[in-house]
């Protein structure tokens, strides 16, 4: 085919050329990934979790890694060890974080403490150490003693019961349970509260809508060592809201910000990471109800 | 150490040889005014030469010219200026005479061809920017040739220099080699403006028309400056030469007009007007945008003979969002238990209404007296004032119709006459500053002055939300009301040497002493700058300086910048400056120059966390250190640079939200053909760190199970502190191009453009926004935000500019 216009045609062509190239150019351009650019190191902090207890069965710790957004990671490939008075243990990965060991290997004793110590990947430690709360025991009632059901109204009854326990040494925050179950020992009604002193007026509210045959129940006293109290105080309560988020009325919600202030930013008990390693002691009995 | 006394020896004798034989020869000086034969106008620029010598020099702004060291002798000088015809006169010249001429020019039709000076230009001013490092001029008419949204905008222009930075794209603050912009010094016609933005910081508030030049130096400035630690934004009105000028311009965001003229030698009016009209055009469409800003201007110059000259300028710019809303509720009659009436009986209205306002301005004038004493002597007296000021208020108001009765009106009013906030602070700026001139040769010449500055700040705030504002006080507790009055005082007195000490080699040494009344002390600032011509077209270029300030606003970059608080602190912060560089201009229009520069910033008051949570501030220490190469031929340039801004607070050192690694930009203008200009501009920079203003993270939390005796595990949202500088922007890139078509009709020229902004629409993100969405994967339902880029999309602008 012959070119009329060769000269011509050849610009032509070069500036579509151009053009297209252009085009192309600003397309990539246009394609850019817009993502920020996130220094890891600043925001994946380490979550350490542990609690021991005299009359747990098992020994756990959790550990799990905060991203810069999303869901915290689990570690299931570091290396965790519990030391204490009579040996040292290596709990087992199980998954989702999680490490377990059987509590007879390492029986944890009051008045002990207890050293964990965890080895990452990379060489990075996290190490913490706690002192299990003294032994402690209800004063009163009585084991088996039993407690006569008052009717306040046609369809509420009460049960009264007042309880004093010693305190133990390491501990100030402490919480009564109470509970009524049926014949099978499934909950009907129950009694939960935080408190710092030695004493409380438990008082259980049955509706008789609930229809069961009773004539038991268990009172429980649980007694934490200072680390879990403040994160436990400082974590999920907030008096923004006004006093009535305070779940412990003995401590004002200036002290509550006051320990928040100096721990929110550490972990308890824990260094290397964030967390909370503590210890709970608790003891309970059975109670009966007369009707 | 023997070395630098040999130096200052050998200087110290080519300074007193060079002084004793301009003794002995009794030098004369030729001194004048050129004017327009037609309307006597000082003609600005004109080249003088005196014919068969290397000698000459061009006229100042108001016509005014001298030349010095004049051998005594009879002499022909040469006057030439575009658009005049060529002037000759004849001067005799005796031993140590002072001789004045003033040089008429006639207009005539025929352009002449340009004229290359190669003279020695000999004033104190342009010796002094021919010794600085790291100045840059900028002309309005490359102002208007930077793309920007709208209209042509002075800091856009400026924020397109190697050196000057923005922490996003959509600030107009400058952030100058790792200064913040309050470490700046913004002048218009030598007053100092606080806060000189529209649009909540988004546009200058200087109309570029009003622009001659701009004078910006990055650092190594002279002891002149003062009271501010990393840079200088000089601008110069308009010179005006014409009997009568008008410009204009029409675009999407506001229209402007400008009228000049010189009605005879003796004085010269300017006046300048800008006002946005989207609010207008809002109402058309039926939309209510209640907001507008404005800004005048307003200059006069006097020249009551050829040794005094007045010049008064008038600037005033202000922005306004005022918004109301009236709602009405239609009373019906109640009976005394106050349950409706049945039937409904009407009785009346109440009225509910709402008003947001939120004005703020800026005034600054200036009055300055020059004075010519003699050929050796002149002399600057001004007065200044500059004012800036912002309000708020948020408020429900009540009112009812006529006859209804008590009652209803009690049962309606309710709370609703209770003020909801105000904010009102102002910073009035009250200068003094006399200069004196003495240039008793062309081998050195010294400049010395005082200023006396009074600084009132009146801050208030009542009911105002400090934990979701991004006012930063810089006391413990930000309570809900404010009140803060204080006064700030600084007596600074300065001397400036020009010593050129060989052909090739000029020094400017210059000294700085301040007091602050904040701070109860003196500061003393030395500083130099030196150039060293290598080859006829290779300078050597350096500068060593100490600076210190007093005012300082709390902030540490952000989305936007406007009536930013200024504060006078207690201490005063210091910077260092030391620059190097090398300037080659192998011909007239291409430059190539390499620069390198720290700074170091000594005790600058920083924001102890996130502005969502400022409530302390602290002393932080930074540094920057950059290179800078750039690249100019003709109309096109280009140039990158490296460099590093930290900051060090509380033992832990950051990048700082202006810290940019590297920057690399290209712009330039092609003509193509008919009158049509394509003008573009590309830049390719690291993003810069930023600190999100609040962003979660979810962290594990466990809790104690009674019933179990274990811990359990669930997720929680939590506002954390986040490191400063840990995330940075994802690389920025952005092509901006305008296309534009000159027309001429009559005495009319106009000029209509086209632009694009971000022209390939590239996600520059400006910040980001938490997007939650589903993660299958996690158990009960857990969400978790991820980011979403929110940047600006392709604009395009189009508008029109005219001349007659």
């Not at chain 1, 002192?131 to 006569?148: G, Q, V, W």
């Not at chain 1, 007694?223 to 008096?239: E, G, H, P, R």
């Not at chain 2, 999100?692 to 594990?700: D, G, V, W």
Request: with cysteine; charged share 20%.
């Amino acid at each position: 085919m012959k070119l009329i216009f060769p000269v011509k045609y050849n610009q032509h062509r070069r500036r579509r050329n151009i053009v297209l190239r252009l085009a192309v150019a600003l397309g990539l351009l246009m394609a850019c990934n817009s993502d920020p650019v996130v220094d890891p190191s600043a925001f994946e902090k380490p979550y350490v979790f542990g609690l021991l207890s005299p009359s747990a069965k098992q020994h756990e710790i959790f550990l799990s890694i905060a991203q810069f957004q999303g869901n915290p990671q689990p570690i299931d490939d570091a290396r965790v060890r519990l030391s204490g008075p009579t040996g040292e243990v290596t709990l087992a990965s199980v998954g989702k974080g999680l490490y377990r060991n059987n509590a007879t290997t390492l029986p944890i004793s009051p008045g002990q403490t207890y050293r964990l110590r965890i080895t990452r990947r990379d060489g990075r430690e996290i190490t913490g150490a706690v002192t299990i709360p003294t032994a402690f025991r209800i004063l009163r009632p009585a084991p088996n003693d039993t407690f006569k059901l008052e009717s306040v109204s046609s369809f509420t009854k009460l049960i009264r019961i007042p309880a004093n326990w010693t305190k133990a040494t390491g501990s100030w925050l402490m919480q009564t349970e109470a509970y009524v179950g049926n014949t099978n020992d499934r909950l009907i009604s129950g009694f939960q509260r935080l408190t710092t002193t030695t004493s409380e007026a438990v008082t259980i509210g049955i509706h008789s809508s609930s229809g069961s045959t009773f004539n038991s129940g268990i009172l429980k006293i649980t007694q934490f060592d200072s680390a879990y109290s403040i994160y436990y105080l400082t974590k999920n309560f907030s008096c923004y809201d006004g006093p009535y988020r305070n779940p412990l009325p003995q401590i004002t919600c200036d002290e509550i910000k006051r320990l928040r202030a100096a721990h929110q930013n550490r972990g308890l008990n824990v260094t290397g990471a964030d967390g909370m390693f503590g210890a709970v002691v608790s003891d309970s009995l059975r109670f009966f109800i007369k009707p | 150490m023997q070395k630098l006394l040999r130096f200052n020896l050998t200087a110290f004798f080519i300074f007193f040889s060079v002084s004793s034989a301009a003794r002995a020869q009794q030098p004369g000086v030729i001194y004048g005014k050129i004017v327009d034969d037609s309307t006597a106008a000082p003609i600005a620029k004109a080249d003088i030469v005196v014919e068969g010598t290397r000698r000459g020099t061009s006229s100042d702004a108001n016509g005014n010219f001298i030349l010095r060291k004049i051998s005594s002798g009879s002499y022909v000088l040469r006057v030439r200026f575009i658009g005049y015809a060529e002037a000759r006169r004849s001067i005799r010249l005796q031993p140590g005479d002072s001789v004045f001429v003033e040089i008429r020019l006639t207009r005539v039709l025929l352009k002449l061809p340009d004229v290359n000076i190669t003279a020695a230009r000999e004033t104190f001013q342009e010796q002094s920017l021919q010794t600085m490092p790291s100045v840059t001029q900028i002309s309005a008419d490359a102002i208007r040739r930077v793309a920007t949204v709208g209209e042509p905008d002075l800091f856009r222009a400026l924020q397109t220099l190697p050196g000057i930075t923005a922490p996003t794209q959509a600030s107009n603050q400058l952030y100058i080699r790792g200064g913040s912009p309050d470490q700046n010094l913004v002048r218009l016609d030598g007053a100092p403006i606080y806060n000189p933005f529209h649009l909540f910081g988004l546009a200058a508030n200087v109309n570029p028309d009003i622009v001659d030049r701009v004078t910006v130096s990055t650092g190594g400035f002279p002891a002149r400056y003062g009271d501010r630690l990393s840079g200088v934004v000089d601008v110069e009105t308009r010179h005006v030469n014409e009997p009568f000028l008008a410009l204009g311009n029409v675009s999407l965001l506001s229209s402007k007009l400008m009228l000049a003229g010189r009605p005879d030698s003796r004085f010269q009016w300017l006046v300048s007007g800008r006002r946005s009209y989207h609010d207008w055009a809002a109402k058309l469409f039926g939309e209510d945008l209640p907001y507008h800003f404005y800004d005048l201007f307003g200059k006069a110059v006097f020249v009551a003979n050829a040794k005094h000259l007045f010049n008064l300028s008038l600037f005033y710019s202000a922005d306004i969002l005022f918004h109301t809303e009236t709602s009405t509720i239609e009373v019906y009659e109640l009976d005394d238990l106050n349950r409706l009436v049945i039937p409904p009986n009407r009785i009346g209205s109440v009225y509910l209404h709402e008003r947001l306002g939120f004005p703020w301005n800026n005034l600054a004038a200036n009055l300055r007296w020059e004075h010519t004493l003699s050929p050796q002597f002149s002399s600057t007296l001004a007065f200044g004032v500059s004012r800036s000021h912002n309000s708020g208020t948020e408020q429900d108001g009540f009112s009812a119709s006529p006859g209804l009765p008590q009652k209803y009106i009690d049962l309606y009013r309710g709370p609703s006459r209770e003020v909801d906030w105000s904010v009102a602070n102002t910073l009035q700026d009250l200068s003094t500053n006399a200069s004196l001139l003495w240039q008793p040769s062309d081998v050195w010449q010294v400049q010395a002055g005082a200023e006396l500055s009074r600084v009132r700040f009146n801050y208030a705030w009542d009911e105002f939300d400090t934990e979701d504002s991004d006012i930063v006080v810089f006391f413990e507790g930000a309570p809900d009301s404010f009140s803060y009055r204080n006064e700030y005082r600084r007596h600074g007195f300065f001397i400036e040497g020009l010593w050129k000490l060989s052909e090739r080699l000029r020094l400017q040494p210059s000294l700085r002493l301040d007091y602050r009344s904040s701070a109860r002390n003196y500061t003393f600032d030395p500083r130099v700058s030196a150039t060293l011509e290598l080859k006829p077209d290779l300078n050597l270029q350096a500068a060593l300086g100490r600076y210190h300030q007093g005012l300082t606003f709390l902030r540490e970059g952000g989305l936007f910048g406007v009536n930013e608080l200024y504060f006078p602190m207690p201490f005063n912060s210091a910077a260092t400056h030391g620059i190097i560089g090398l300037e080659y201009q192998p011909r007239t229009d291409t430059e190539i120059k390499f620069e390198a520069y720290y700074k170091n910033f000594d005790r600058q008051a920083t924001p102890l966390r996130l502005v969502r949570s400022v409530s302390e501030v602290g002393m932080a220490d930074s540094w920057a250190y950059g290179l800078e190469t750039t690249a100019r031929r003709g109309n096109w340039q280009a140039f990158y640079v490296f460099s590093h801004v930290r900051r060090r607070f509380n033992n832990v050192a950051y990048d700082t939200p202006w810290d940019v690694r590297h920057r690399f930009q290209t712009m330039g203008q092609i003509y193509l053909g008919k009158s049509w200009d394509f003008d573009f501009q590309w830049e390719l920079r690291t993003g810069q760190p930023y600190s999100p203003l609040h962003l979660n993270q979810r962290i594990p939390v466990a809790v104690y199970n009674s019933r179990t005796g274990q811990l359990e595990y669930q997720y929680q949202e939590r506002e954390v502190d986040y490191p400063k500088g840990a995330i940075r922007y994802p690389i920025y890139h952005r092509l901006d191009v305008t296309l534009s078509k000159r027309m001429t009709a009559g005495k009319w020229s106009m000029a209509p453009y086209l632009q694009f902004i971000n022209l390939y629409n590239r996600r520059n993100p400006l910040f980001y926004e938490e997007e939650y969405s589903y993660f299958p994967d996690q158990p009960n339902d857990q969400y978790a935000p991820k980011l979403k880029p929110v940047g600006v999309p392709i604009l395009p602008s189009f508008g029109v500019r005219f001349t007659f």
